[in-house]
């Protein structure tokens, strides 16, 4: 962060202002006695600017990247183009500490109305809040905020990301709220299951899409059967797939949530990650966290504002919806540089590629001895294949610089394809695959 400090003069002013002579005066006045620090820190001997170097690099020495990546589940590696970092980092953007004050914090405030404006055009709905946590605490608080005091089951896809499901069981527990998982038939939710399971009672369904397994799932059916019980629809959306596929709003959804991640986040050991909130305007006033609105100053100037927080630690703060008290602001301005960066047709290009590129690795997988696609050819850029031994393969594969898919079971491999790989990068890893068959790993 490039954070300007304040001088020595600055801080001789501000002493002088409060009547002191020094920090430790004013230290001393505010901590009790015994909670003070006696004898200062055990610290180690300090080292040289060279010395630290020579450490950090051997540390990090032990780090092991890999060439190319075929793992997704949940974390996707694309290119962040050098425009994101450069931009998001402007002072202009991060030296705020908070927009509760506009007069110093248009930067940061415009950069989150635009990053709100864009999760809005990717999704279709009305309001976005300035992000929350992750893609997991997203679907979390959707489901929270979808429970009324007479509605209070909750219904969610059996076919979503794990740790969501663990989040969502989190958030729900001891708030007696019956939650119950739709099946998964060949891969999907399953939409007659959901029929029968749906009641007065239910205030929510949560359905992925893409779900855990890469398959395209039939949003709109869920729309058309929530909609008349006036259960709130909570699409899980890949935010790279929603360029190409139907969005959330034209499915019938009124809440959509997601994991900004690959808009332009890096992989970056799993965080910070940046979760995203877009709802019809009937619920802004639920949505968790922070709102910033467009206005005009006493010139008639453009501004922002912060307009909207349904925050605990506020007025009325028994009654708010969520105890988020938070943002990801910057990994948000990285997600809204990105955006702009790459624009409309861009992400359109990032997301065809993906697409073509993951049908063009199965299509060769399929044809090798052994091997098949588990949930055939209705996936985006994620799928499932059932082979022999995975584990030896990735581990095989690990050794030629490329982390392969996810295993998911003693003959399944979740693979995943985006934009970075090349049609030689495919053809390579099959190759590798097939003398892996042949016994060339011995």
Same mark, same amino acid.
């Given at each position: 962060?490039?954070?300007?400090?304040?001088?020595?003069?600055?801080?001789?002013?501000?002493?002088?202002?409060?009547?002191?002579?020094?920090?430790?005066?004013?230290?001393?006045?505010?901590?009790?006695?015994?909670?003070?620090?006696?004898?200062?820190?055990?610290?180690?001997?300090?080292?040289?600017?060279?010395?630290?170097?020579?450490?950090?690099?051997?540390?990090?020495?032990?780090?092991?990247?890999?060439?190319?990546?075929?793992?997704?589940?949940?974390?996707?590696?694309?290119?962040?183009? =050098?425009?994101?970092?450069?931009?998001?980092?402007?002072?202009?953007?991060?030296?705020?500490?908070?927009?509760?004050?506009?007069?110093?914090?248009?930067?940061?405030?415009?950069?989150?109305?635009?990053?709100?404006?864009?999760?809005? +055009?990717?999704?279709?709905?009305?309001?976005?809040?300035?992000?929350?946590?992750?893609?997991?605490? =997203?679907?979390?608080?959707?489901?929270?905020?979808?429970?009324?005091?007479?509605?209070?089951?909750?219904?969610?896809?059996?076919?979503?990301?794990?740790?969501?499901?663990?989040?969502?069981?989190?958030?729900?527990?001891?708030?007696?709220?019956?939650?119950?998982?739709?099946?998964?038939?060949?891969?999907?939710?399953?939409?007659?299951?959901?029929?029968? +399971?749906?009641?007065?009672?239910?205030?929510?369904?949560?359905?992925?899409?893409?779900?855990?397994?890469?398959?395209?799932?039939? +949003?709109?059916?869920?729309?058309?059967?929530?909609?008349?019980?006036?259960?709130?629809?909570?699409?899980?959306?890949?935010?790279?797939?929603?360029?190409?596929?139907?969005?959330?709003?034209?499915?019938?959804?009124?809440?959509?949530?997601?994991? =900004?991640?690959?808009?332009?986040?890096?992989?970056?050991?799993?965080?910070?990650?940046?979760?995203?909130?877009?709802?019809? +305007?009937?619920?802004?006033?639920?949505?968790?966290?922070?709102?910033?609105?467009?206005?005009?100053?006493?010139?008639?100037?453009?501004?922002?504002?912060?307009?909207?927080? =349904?925050?605990?630690?506020?007025?009325?703060?028994?009654?708010?919806?969520?105890?988020?008290? #938070?943002?990801?602001?910057?990994?948000?301005?990285?997600?809204?540089?990105?955006?702009?960066?790459?624009?409309?047709?861009?992400?359109?290009?990032?997301?065809?590629?993906?697409?073509?590129?993951?049908?063009?690795?199965? #299509?060769?997988?399929?044809?090798?001895?052994?091997?098949?696609?588990?949930?055939?050819?209705?996936?985006?850029?994620?799928?499932?294949?059932?082979?022999?031994?995975?584990?030896?393969?990735?581990?095989?594969?690990?050794?030629?610089?490329?982390?392969?898919?996810?295993?998911?079971?003693?003959?399944?491999?979740?693979?995943?394809?985006?934009?970075?790989?090349?049609?030689?990068?495919?053809?390579?890893?099959?190759?590798?695959?097939?003398?892996?068959?042949?016994?060339?790993?011995?």
């Amino acid at each position: 962060m490039n954070y300007t400090p304040h001088t020595k003069q600055d801080e001789t002013a501000m002493l002088a202002a409060l009547g002191l002579k020094s920090v430790q005066e004013l230290m001393d006045a505010q901590i009790p006695e015994e909670l003070r620090l006696k004898g200062g820190l055990p610290l180690p001997e300090g080292k040289s600017e060279m010395e630290v170097e020579r450490q950090m690099r051997g540390i990090a020495a032990q780090n092991v990247k890999f060439d190319h990546i075929y793992r997704g589940a949940g974390a996707y590696y694309h290119y962040i183009p =050098a425009t994101v970092r450069h931009v998001a980092t402007n002072t202009s953007l991060i030296s705020a500490y908070t927009p509760y004050q506009p007069e110093i914090s248009q930067g940061i405030l415009q950069a989150t109305f635009e990053y709100q404006t864009m999760m809005c +055009m990717l999704t279709g709905l009305d309001a976005s809040n300035a992000s929350v946590y992750d893609g997991a605490t =997203a679907a979390a608080e959707a489901c929270k905020l979808a429970l009324d005091k007479k509605r209070r089951q909750i219904l969610v896809s059996e076919a979503i990301k794990p740790e969501n499901k663990k989040v969502i069981e989190t958030y729900l527990y001891q708030m007696n709220v019956d939650l119950q998982y739709i099946p998964v038939k060949e891969g999907k939710t399953d939409i007659e299951a959901l029929k029968g +399971m749906l009641s007065e009672q239910t205030a929510g369904v949560y359905v992925e899409q893409l779900n855990y397994y890469g398959i395209i799932e039939d +949003m709109k059916a869920v729309g058309d059967l929530t909609a008349p019980l006036k259960a709130l629809f909570i699409a899980g959306i890949n935010p790279i797939a929603a360029a190409i596929l139907p969005s959330a709003a034209e499915c019938g959804a009124d809440i959509a949530v997601g994991e =900004a991640q690959p808009l332009g986040l890096s992989l970056s050991f799993g965080g910070p990650y940046l979760g995203f909130m877009t709802a019809k +305007m009937e619920h802004i006033r639920k949505l968790p966290g922070r709102i910033i609105g467009e206005t005009v100053d006493k010139n008639g100037k453009r501004c922002f504002v912060l307009t909207l927080q =349904a925050r605990e630690q506020h007025i009325k703060r028994e009654k708010a919806s969520s105890s988020i008290c #938070s943002n990801q602001a910057n990994c948000a301005i990285l997600a809204s540089v990105y955006l702009a960066t790459v624009g409309g047709e861009g992400l359109k290009q990032i997301a065809t590629q993906c697409c073509s590129k993951a049908h063009y690795l199965a #299509s060769k997988l399929s044809k090798l001895s052994g091997w098949s696609i588990k949930y055939g050819a209705d996936f985006f850029m994620e799928f499932v294949t059932e082979s022999q031994n995975p584990k030896g393969l990735l581990e095989f594969l690990q050794t030629k610089g490329i982390l392969g898919g996810l295993q998911l079971s003693d003959n399944e491999i979740l693979w995943c394809v985006t934009e970075m790989a090349s049609k030689d990068d495919l053809d390579t890893l099959v190759s590798l695959i097939e003398e892996y068959g042949k016994g060339g790993s011995k």
